[in-house]
C-alpha cells in the first residue's frame, strides 16, 4: 500500500479519530458490552457488517467519482452526482446523531487532506462532507483506488472502536489485537463486497441495518459525562 494512504489510516492523523468510538462508549454505557472479550469482538464483527460495509462502499464510490467529476473543468451534472451520494448518505443514515457525527468527522477529515493532498475535488464537497465521503476523495487525492479506499474504510471502522475498547475498559491490548487479527479475513470479505458497488450508481449502494447503533448514537448524545464524542 502506498505510504500516503498508511497516512490516512494512521490513528495519529490529526483529524479527531481519537474522540470517536464507533459506538463503544454508548455500548459500555447501556452493559450491552463489558470486559468480556467475546462480547467486544461481536460488536465489532456486528459492526464491520453493517456500518463497515455502509462506509466502505461509499467510500469506494467517491473514490471513484473523484477520478470522473471534479469541478474544474466540471464535466455536465457533476455536482448532480455528488449532491445524490450525499442525500444516498442520508438515506442510509436515519440516525440524526449518526449524521451529525459523519459529517464532523469529514469535515475534519477535508481540512486534514486540502493540506496533505491537494485536489480539485474537495470543492465539489462543501464544507460538512459526510466522512466515508471525504475518504474516498482523499483516497483518490493521494493516488489511491477504490478498493484501497474501501480497505481503509473497513479497517476504520474496526480499528477506532477496539481502541476505544481498551481505553474505557482496561482490556489486555495484546488478547484485543489477537482478535481483531482474527477478523481480518472477514474484513477482507467486506472490502471485497463494498468495492463492487465503486462504479454503480449511488442510489445502488447497500443499506445495511444497524439500528441499535442509531439508538445508542442519539443515547450517547443525550449523556451528561462523555469520554468520546460518540
Known amino acids: 500500500m502506498r505510504q500516503a494512504l498508511l497516512l490516512l489510516a494512521d490513528s495519529r492523523l490529526p483529524a479527531g479519530a481519537h474522540a470517536h468510538s464507533g459506538g463503544v462508549a454508548p455500548a459500555v454505557d447501556a452493559g450491552l458490552v463489558d470486559h468480556d472479550l467475546t462480547l ?14 455502509l462506509a ?28 445524490e451520494l450525499d442525500g444516498e448518505v442520508d438515506a442510509r443514515t436515519p440516525a440524526p446523531e449518526q ?15 486540502r493540506g496533505a493532498f491537494p485536489h480539485p475535488g474537495y470543492a465539489a464537497l462543501g464544507t460538512h462532507p459526510h466522512h466515508p465521503i471525504a475518504l474516498g476523495v482523499a483516497v483518490h487525492a493521494a493516488g489511491g483506488t477504490p478498493p484501497e479506499a474501501a480497505s481503509l474504510a473497513v479497517a476504520a471502522a474496526i480499528s477506532g472502536p477496539a481502541s476505544a475498547a481498551v481505553r474505557l475498559l482496561g482490556l ?13 479475513p472477514m474484513a477482507d470479505a467486506v472490502v471485497a463486497d463494498a468495492t463492487r458497488y465503486a462504479d454503480q450508481p449511488s442510489d445502488a449502494l447497500p443499506a445495511p441495518s444497524a439500528p ?19
Not at 462502499?57 to 473523484?66: E, Q, T, W
Not at 449524521?99 to 487532506?113: D, W
Request: hydrophobic share 55%.
Open 40 to 53: 467486544v469482538t461481536d460488536f465489532l464483527r456486528g459492526r464491520l457488517h453493517t456500518a463497515g460495509l
Open 56 to 83: 466502505a462502499a461509499i467510500a469506494a464510490r467517491a473514490c471513484h467519482l473523484a477520478g470522473t467529476h471534479v469541478p474544474e473543468p466540471a464535466p455536465v451534472g457533476a455536482a448532480a452526482v455528488w449532491a
Open 99 to 113: 449524521r451529525k457525527v459523519s459529517r464532523a468527522q469529514g469535515r475534519a477529515l477535508l481540512r486534514v487532506a
Open 172 to 184: 489486555d491490548p495484546l488478547a484485543l489485537t489477537a482478535a481483531h487479527a482474527a477478523l481480518a
Open 212 to 230: 441499535l447503533l442509531d439508538l445508542l448514537a442519539q443515547a450517547h448524545a443525550r449523556s451528561e459525562v462523555r469520554l468520546f464524542a460518540s
